[in-house]
């Protein structure tokens, strides 16, 4: 059973949905006219946790978002002027155009934070006429009035408001109206659904009360009324939406429908900032950029919005973000060399399940539908997928029957096994179950596992700093993923060598591995490679430079080297300096020194000797062969 805690009637309830099986959400989105703040993020980090727990108890969503691209004034309580048009007058640019940068901004924040796109990202500017058939719904219905400034609630007309979701008093709230009191408002806490613009007002739309432009809270309104219809399941947003815009949505609702227009409401609590609000004034309103500056990545940041629960406050230092920055880190590395997950969160890495049938073309009725499990990559879904299709291909091409079942996906042999049969087309049964007996796991068994399991990485790097007199630096790098570990430590064993393989894969590697956007898991080179490599260069038969060439070859082309035996070329000693343009006086000194020695002089090390009256000398020669691929040969 699912309980969630209810702002509207203050204690966890169980969750009922209007619709067996089916989750009607809205969330109030940004308002675009500045890049949304760490704060923000923590609302929006919620609204998927949530989403993604509703999914993961079989529910099917239906989610709904806004963008607030007109109608949001300075202040929640209608004052002052809309907050795109006052940053696109400061800016010099027009409201379109500071809508769209910080809309993709805002679009390219909640991808890195592994946030789920809602199935539906509704714009204000788009939805105008939705808001003003809206707004004419509450005034036919008794609950608003006009002025000469625009289409007022009248909050009279609701004896709870200000209790229905905040728990406000009314006369508290009459209190706190701004004081230049509108004269033609019949409350002061009455609150604009439509603004008629003046002259100047760039975003305004014509109505059946002249050119107007909306107020901020009737959007969400319209918008969530169009998508999901006047009655939904849950509706999310920050604390800071309840005494003002969510106490707003709920009387326009009663006033158009006459009811409220969700079940549930849920709140994030505020962000604080070392113990504080956060504030332009202080200089401490942080966005994920600024936190990318500072070496924080934004799953970090959502990692440690994890730390407390929603409903507390949540205290931000760069000590206490470093630290869930590391926690993160280490679970990532355990699960990685483990073989749980690939961890590549920020592509939508996952754990999935892939049901799959196929049938002739010409037949109606579906084929026999199978089931791979636990699926952690979009790419072992895509060679899962391809796979199970042409095995069934296969088994019906022979005359055979699909059998019904679970299947589990091997990746690396690139092919699934049956696990289990199902026993009918329902997926699973349910617990309880009586025919299931309790599994009970050995102390011999987990001490088992616990001998057989692999080096974690922390471990390793301390070995590698001990065994192998690495700084911790390195070994940290070494083990930042398996595939790299893997190489290092085989490399090593073959060569004896692990300071001449970790400047290698420190060096060339991840320098080639950056310039080409080549992932850990897709490196090819074999250790034996670097082995090799590592042989020529101690042996003296190439140098460093050379070297660096070779290996990356050995990246690009996927090519084995092999080294016949070193021979001597005699050189003329006149051709060879004719050959690399030697000045003539070096040209003068050279021979000088070559006929010293030859007269018994200083050693230079060439080792002249005389032939047909020429001066010569041997020159070693290493003939280095590469031998490329199948594929590169066939090309």
């Known amino acids: 059973m699912l309980k969630l805690y209810n702002t509207l009637t203050r204690k966890k309830e169980e969750f009922v949905p209007l619709k067996k099986g089916t989750v009607k959400m809205y969330s109030c989105g940004p308002t675009v006219y500045n890049y949304a703040h760490i704060g923000n993020m923590r609302a929006y980090i919620f609204m998927d946790t949530l989403r993604k727990v509703l999914k993961y108890n079989g529910y099917k969503v239906k989610h709904v978002m806004n963008i607030t691209d007109v109608g949001h004034l300075v202040s929640d309580a209608d004052e002052g002027e809309d907050k795109m048009a006052k940053t696109a007058r400061i800016e010099n640019r027009s409201v379109y155009e500071i809508a769209k940068e910080y809309t993709d901004a805002f679009m390219k924040d909640i991808k890195a934070l592994n946030i789920d796109t809602p199935e539906h990202i509704a714009k204000a500017t788009e939805h105008i006429r939705e808001m003003e058939i809206y707004v004419n719904d509450i005034v036919k219905n008794g609950y608003a009035y006009e002025t000469s400034k625009g289409v007022y609630f009248d909050t009279s007309k609701l004896p709870n408001y200000g209790k229905m979701l905040s728990n406000n008093n009314i006369d508290d709230l009459k209190a706190g109206a701004r004081v230049e009191v509108d004269t033609e408002k019949r409350n002061p806490q009455d609150f604009a659904l439509w603004i008629k613009a003046p002259k100047e007002h760039i975003m305004k739309w014509n109505s059946k009360w002249g050119l107007c432009y909306p ?12 998508y999901l219809g006047d009655k939904f399941d849950i509706h999310t947003g920050g604390v800071d939406h309840i005494p003002i815009h969510h106490e707003n949505e709920i009387a326009q609702s009663i006033g158009a429908t006459g009811h409220n227009l969700a079940n549930y409401w849920m709140h994030v609590e505020f962000l604080l900032i070392d113990g504080g609000k956060m504030s332009k004034s202080l200089g401490n309103v942080y966005t994920l950029n600024d936190l990318k500056a500072k070496g924080i990545d934004a799953l970090s940041y959502r990692y440690f919005t994890y730390s407390s629960h929603y409903r507390n406050k949540l205290n931000f230092t760069w000590d206490a ?9 280490k679970l990532r590395d355990i699960l990685m060399f483990l073989g749980v997950s690939d961890c590549k969160m920020q592509e939508g890495s996952m754990r999935a399940d892939v049901n799959l049938s196929i049938r002739p073309v010409g037949q109606e009725e579906f084929g026999t539908r199978t089931e791979m499990k636990n699926m952690n990559s979009f790419k072992a879904i895509q060679r899962a997928i391809k796979y199970e299709a042409e095995r069934q291909m296969d088994i019906l091409d022979a005359g055979k029957e699909v059998m019904q079942e679970t299947r589990r996906w091997d990746d690396n042999n690139g092919e699934s096994y049956a696990m289990r049969s199902k026993e009918n087309a329902q997926d699973y049964r349910y617990f309880p179950e009586p025919d299931l007996l309790p599994i009970e796991i050995s102390e011999e068994w987990i001490n088992d596992a616990k ?9 390793k790097r301390a070995r590698y700093v001990e065994e192998f007199g690495l700084t911790d630096y390195d070994a940290s790098i070494l083990t930042s993923a398996r595939e790299i570990s893997r190489l290092f430590e085989d490399a090593t064993e073959l060569c004896g060598e692990p300071k001449e393989v970790s400047n290698l894969i420190m060096g060339e590697l991840m320098r080639l591995m950056s310039e080409t956007s080549t992932l850990a898991e897709d490196l090819t080179m074999e250790p034996k490679k670097i082995a090799d490599l590592i042989g020529l260069i101690k042996g003296n038969k190439i140098n460093r430079s050379v070297a660096k060439e070779v290996f990356e070859e050995m990246f690009k082309k996927d090519f084995a080297l092999q080294c016949e035996e070193t021979t001597l070329v005699p050189v003329n000693l006149k051709s060879w300096m004719e050959l690399t343009d030697t ?3 070096v040209q003068e000194e050279i021979t000088n020194l070559m006929k010293a020695e030859l007269e018994g002089g200083r050693k230079t090390g060439f080792s002249p000797y005389n032939k047909d009256s020429q001066i010569m000398f041997d020159h070693r020669w290493l003939l280095l062969i590469g031998v490329k691929n199948k594929e590169d040969r066939e090309e």
């Open 215 to 226: 107020g901020w809270h009737i959007e969400c309104s319209a918008m969530s009324r169009k």
């Open 321 to 329: 973000i470093k630290s869930a920055k590391n926690s993160l880190n």
């Open 451 to 459: 001998k057989n399991m692999p080096e974690l990485p922390e471990a």
């Open 583 to 585: 000045s003539e006086d």
